[in-house]
Every structure is written in structure tokens, then in C-alpha cells.
């Protein structure tokens, strides 16, 4: 695809881009970038559960609670209570 065509979007796009499944077919599905089905086909590692699942400079000290962050594209992203 070139650069100066435009990607079709949910919800003119009805099928993910990887991996061919519906998008957004139940109101509760998930629809990433508006392209992808699952955290998996969008190449979103999945969020860790616990401090110790995450990277150690990914988890930091808050509330006297350690809270578990991904970062992607130098954002940071809370994944749990």
C-alpha cells in the first residue's frame, strides 16, 4: 500500500487487518487504531497483572502501592489497580 492512499477505518473497515475477523461486533469488542481485533494483531504486548510481571523500570511507588506501567510510543499507560 502507498503512502498517499488512506487506510480504511472502523467503521467502514468490518474486518481486521491481520488477522480477518469482524471488528466491533459485539458492543464490548474491542477495536484498536481501528484496524486490529486483539491487543495481539496490534502488536500491543499484553498488560502485566502485577509489579513483578512488568519490566522493573516500568513500576513505580505510588499510595505506598506499587503500580504496574507499560509504555508505548513514550507514553505511559496504567494497566491495573
Known amino acids: 500500500m502507498s503512502t498517499t ?3 480504511r ?3 467502514e473497515r468490518r474486518r481486521c ?3 480477518g475477523k469482524g471488528l466491533g ?4 469488542d ?4 481501528g484496524l486490529y481485533c486483539t491487543l495481539r494483531c ?6 502485566a497483572t502485577g509489579p ?3 519490566p522493573r523500570e516500568c513500576t513505580t511507588m505510588r499510595d505506598g502501592k506499587m ?8 507514553v505511559a499507560m496504567p494497566t491495573g489497580q
Open 5 to 7: 492512499s488512506k487506510e
Open 9 to 11: 477505518l472502523f467503521p
Open 17 to 19: 487487518k491481520k488477522s
Open 25 to 28: 461486533l459485539r458492543p464490548e
Open 30 to 33: 474491542p477495536v484498536l487504531f
Open 42 to 47: 496490534a502488536g500491543i504486548a499484553n498488560p
Open 52 to 54: 513483578e510481571g512488568a
Open 67 to 74: 503500580k504496574v506501567y507499560r509504555v508505548r510510543l513514550g
